[in-house]
């Protein structure tokens, strides 16, 4: 299956949130689906976690200030660090770009959490299990578009090849910039950084708000890929050590013949 991604306009987007109303009615119906609960239990349970995309508002400068509302959302990283960092493997990432964090085999152990540089994963103590956006993949093999998509009326979410994707957001971003006078960017398009690779929910936006919506270059925990890079040292430093221990008593022994 050929790369996928997801678009999301700032532009086009008119605040109804309806992708996270039919989130959150796609996911508790999965759930039925896959025979881990009936309707009425499913519907019953508060389980605000299965809303992988919401609603986020805030306030920035001195009152009365500004408002800037938008949708969190799992990025979908090329390179994943959540999926770097999960111990138990719960964390996938599917051939065509989707990352998935399998429930039955997560831990709880929330390293996830630590590595997302957007804060996207949410825990859940009662269940003991972390959740975000898998992208509907499920769908997605099926041969249908993620539900937010079908729940957009203002097409501000699109879906479809990573090519037809970007070819679509740079055209989308191209109007905005000939209509309204200032840059945008199509964020994730390119890598954003090391820790992170590009992205495959892309957002088109104004470059001068990016940072109000949370979307800055080079996104990373820093403490998280040191932790990571002296990890990985150490495992280069004792394969080094492991070969020249097995290395010397493959010499002596040879001595030991000769001899």
């Known amino acids: 299956m050929t790369k996928v991604s997801m678009l999301y306009d700032m532009q086009a987007c008119i605040r109804c949130y309806a992708c996270s109303v039919q989130c959150g009615i796609e996911n508790r119906a999965r759930l039925t689906r896959d025979g881990r609960g009936n309707t009425e239990k499913v519907l019953a349970e508060a389980r605000p976690e299965l809303r992988y995309i ?38 996938e990432v599917k051939p065509y770009g989707v990352v998935v964090i399998h429930e039955e085999r997560c831990i709880g152990c929330r390293a996830c959490i630590e590595a997302c540089p957007y804060d996207v994963p ?44 970007l070819a679509e957001a740079q055209k989308r971003a191209e109007v905005y910039e000939k209509r309204l006078g200032e840059k945008f960017l199509v964020y994730g398009a390119q890598k ?22 949370l979307l800055r270059p080079g996104a990373a925990r820093g403490q998280i890929e040191a932790l990571d890079a002296v990890r990985t040292l150490g495992w280069v430093l004792f394969g080094a050590s492991a070969a020249g221990i097995i290395g010397h008593f493959f010499y002596s022994l040879g001595k030991e013949c000769e001899e």
């Open 54 to 91: 919401f609603p986020v508002f805030r306030y920035l400068g001195d009152y009365p200030g500004r408002s800037v509302s938008y949708v969190h959302h799992c990025m979908h990283c090329e390179n994943a660090p959540c999926a770097r960092r999960c111990p138990a493997g719960a964390i």
């Open 122 to 165: 949410q825990f859940n103590p009662r269940m003991g299990k972390t959740y975000k956006c898998f992208m509907c993949y499920d769908r997605i093999e099926a041969g249908l578009p993620p539900a937010c998509v079908e729940a957009c009326v203002a097409r501000a979410i699109y879906f479809g090849s990573r090519e037809e994707v």
């Open 192 to 213: 954003v950084s090391e820790a992170t690779g590009y992205l495959h929910w892309v957002t088109v936006g104004p470059y001068a708000q990016l940072k109000d919506y």
